[in-house]
């Protein structure tokens, strides 16, 4: 069901909870938003990788994480600069934008929802409307599968 057009061995974020749908509609489904956003030329796979670490480190959710992470070993991350990026969100690497994101990112997490529409303003304050329907999006996809990191357990 997960047909993104990376190397055999790549896993997209995201694509073991869908794994454990297999066979379900809503496999299908979520496999087919995962295979439009990783195809998408908007954010770049390490924006996307990065937004998946995030939000599966803040929910907990440890195979997302790991798959987040493995896509960020293939993008030139290091183990030390993975893991202090998701800890701390800076990183020399980053950049501008990429911070922004991260910090986006992680207050989806926690939902306050005052804080986020605050963060969710000052984020989208000039970009493109296609980038910011995009992080969105991805932000609120990676929220929805690590939520589901249940279902790994379950089934």
């Given at each position: 069901?997960?047909?993104?057009?990376?190397?055999?061995?790549?896993?997209?974020?995201?694509?073991?909870?869908?794994?454990?749908?297999?066979?379900?509609?809503?496999?299908?489904?979520?496999?087919?938003?995962?295979?439009?956003?990783?195809?998408?030329?908007?954010?770049?796979?390490?924006?996307?990788?990065?937004?998946?670490?995030?939000?599966?480190?803040?929910?907990?959710?440890?195979?997302?994480?790991?798959?987040?992470?493995?896509?960020?070993?293939?993008?030139?991350?290091?183990?030390?600069?993975?893991?202090?990026?998701?800890?701390?969100?800076?990183?020399?690497?980053?950049?501008?934008?990429?911070?922004?994101?991260?910090?986006?990112?992680?207050?989806?997490?926690?939902?306050?929802?005052?804080?986020?529409?605050?963060?969710a303003q000052s984020?989208?304050?000039?970009?493109?409307?296609?980038?910011?329907?995009?992080?969105?999006?991805?932000?609120?996809?990676?929220?929805?599968?690590?939520?589901?990191?249940?279902?790994?357990?379950?089934?």
């Amino acid at each position: 069901v997960v047909n993104v057009p990376y190397p055999p061995e790549f896993v997209p974020p995201g694509a073991g909870i869908i794994r454990a749908l297999e066979g379900s509609p809503a496999s299908a489904a979520l496999a087919t938003i995962l295979n439009a956003a990783w195809n998408s030329t908007i954010t770049s796979r390490r924006v996307k990788a990065l937004i998946f670490a995030v939000v599966a480190r803040g929910l907990g959710c440890q195979a997302c994480e790991a798959e987040a992470a493995e896509t960020l070993r293939r993008e030139g991350w290091t183990e030390p600069e993975i893991e202090h990026v998701l800890t701390y969100l800076t990183s020399k690497k980053l950049t501008t934008f990429e911070q922004k994101v991260l910090e986006f990112a992680r207050e989806t997490v926690r939902y306050q929802t005052r804080r986020l529409q605050e963060v969710a303003q000052s984020f989208a304050a000039g970009l493109k409307r296609e980038v910011l329907l995009e992080v969105i999006g991805l932000v609120c996809y990676a929220n929805g599968l690590a939520r589901m990191s249940i279902l790994l357990h379950r089934c």
